[in-house]
């Protein structure tokens, strides 16, 4: 069973950097297929990739979510039929909905052995109540339908600013993993627990969050 992780973000927010970071940290070892959109930010490069073992499937056809029943589904059972992974990784436009996304990987499930991992929303800690109020709908739908909610660059805001963040998150989704620790200081183990859903991940999180200065 090939497991699929759906890693969404406005652009800037820090996509690239994150997947960069799960590839080397977190899914080292594993055969990974990452699938991003031409529209996605610029693209990681491809010497990285090659090193780490990973081939890129380019969708040339528009973003994601505007090609749902079409290309995104082919490309879909096309890498696991070819490739056999162990992970799928797919970054999407950055004004995709995370819904519309992960209903079309939910679609390939009964023609390919997938299942959804996880839920992946990065977020800019200094930009998301800008988001908030002027892209609401798709910046909403990204944050409502994540399993897991990473802020980027929360050590350039201070602790009023990230709890101010962190409550607006709140308010549209109580139940997922939320990590704000820097990411110079956030361990491959606490993002790994965070995304398996594991247990007491959160208390982890906080752990680590206690020993970082702002």
Request: charged letters at 25%; proline letters at 1%; a negative charge.
């Amino acid at each position: 069973m090939t497991k699929v992780d759906i890693i969404s973000g406005f652009l800037g927010a820090g996509k690239t950097t994150f997947i960069k970071q799960l590839i080397a940290d977190v899914f080292s070892g594993e055969k990974i297929v990452l699938i991003e959109n031409e529209f996605g930010e610029i693209g990681i490069d491809g010497g990285f990739l090659k090193d780490a073992g990973i081939e890129i499937t380019e969708m040339n056809s528009g973003c994601i979510c505007c090609t749902l029943v079409g290309d995104f589904s082919t490309a879909l059972k096309r890498v696991v039929e070819e490739y056999h992974p162990d992970r799928i990784i797919i970054e999407p436009s950055g004004v995709g909905k995370l819904s519309d996304v992960a209903r079309a990987v939910e679609m390939v499930k009964k023609d390919a052995e997938i299942e959804i991992n996880s839920r992946i929303t990065v977020v800019d800690g200094k930009k998301a109540k800008v988001y908030i109020k002027n892209f609401g709908e798709f910046f909403n739908n990204q944050i409502e339908h994540a399993t897991t909610i990473v802020l980027s660059r929360t050590q350039m805001i201070t602790e009023a600013k990230l709890e101010e963040c962190v409550k607006m998150i709140r308010e549209k989704n109580a139940e997922a993993t939320l990590i704000t620790t820097p990411w110079d200081q956030l361990e491959g183990s606490v993002i790994a627990q965070a995304i398996e859903h594991s247990a007491g991940a959160e208390a982890l999180i906080h752990e680590e969050e206690c020993h970082h200065e702002h």
